[in-house]
Every structure is written in C-alpha cells, then in structure tokens.
C-alpha cells in the first residue's frame, strides 16, 4: 500500500515538474514568431538641384494586403498568406519610410518631411495594390504593384504618376528571400521614380 502511495506522488512530482520546466521555457516544440522588412538596395541616384521641400504622404494599399502577414499565392485563384512569417509592420507603413530614405539619399529635393505637420511645397505618395510571394510549381518570385506619385499640395493635377509592376526571382521559398526579393523591386522603381523626380519643372 505504502509502495502505491509512494508511487503515484513520484508521478505527480514528475508531471508538476514538467509543468514548471515549459511555463519557465514556453514549450520546446512551439515555433518562434519571424519578422521581416524590405531595406534600401543601392541604387544610381539622379544629379539635379535641390528643388523645394517635399513631404512622403501616407501610403495607401489594397484591402487585401492590410495586414503584417506575409502573403503567397500558388494561383491566380489562391490568397494565403503565413501565420508565423510577418512584416515587421503593415506594408504600406513599411514601403512608405523605405521610399522616404530613397527621397532623403537622392538629395533632389530641399528637405524631406514624412506625415510633417508644415505645409510643404511638393509632396509624394504612393498606393499599393499587390505584395506577395508567387510560387509556380518549382519557382517561386516576390510580385510588388505600386502606384507613386509627385503632386503640389495645391494641385489636382500630377508633376509625376506611374504605376510600376514587377516580379522578381526567389532563390528559394522562405520569407527572408521573398523579403530580400521585394526590396530589389522597389530599389528599381524608386531609380526610376527618382530619376524623373528629377527631370520634372517643379516652378
């Protein structure tokens, strides 16, 4: 009887202990959260005057991609996207301060304020409509539609608007090179974006 008793408190001091050995440690079979960002790729910048003082406008971005999760498509027909791969924050906020450190490295332009409180006399934004991950059978690319835009504040009418749509190769299917992937495309619109900033009569 005693042997019984003495048994069964060495499997509870067992299971208590394991209890407190995973609350200490959060599990050993539970799969870490990631977080990714698109980064500044070094582009050829423009040569021109510096020509007033511009101002990055809120970005916009389809519905769909209102989120921090990373978005992949296996067709035209899917929309997935991962649980635990994520932005670092939501595209558009993400796309939006990468687009104002191209503007501030481009030196084109006076000053360059993002969401200022000061009326500026030029400002730039900018609509997002696709960021994802495409994979087709055993290839897998980063796809990024956007829209920028160069305007006066006082003007409906646009200096500079292009919609630009690209798709660039992964070399294998994880986030990290998706998001590697991604900031290649927009280092490519933003060398062209610059380079008509640029060449725009902003008097």
Known sequence: MLNKIFSRIATVSLLLAALTLTACFGGSTSE????YTVAVENIVMPS?????KVQIRKFTIDPAYQRTNIVYRESAYDFMFYDLDLWASRPEHMIMQVVGEYVAKSNIFESVEIKGN???SLEISGNISAIEEVDE???QYAHLAMEITLRKPDSESA????RYDGKEPMDKREPRFMAEATSKLL???MEDALDNFAKVNTK
């Open 32 to 35: 870490p959260t990631r977080y």
């Open 48 to 52: 021109a005057e510096p020509a007033g």
């Open 118 to 120: 000061s009326i500026p």
């Open 137 to 139: 059978g055993s290839s």
């Open 159 to 162: 200096l500079f608007e292009k």
């Open 187 to 189: 280092g490519k619109f």
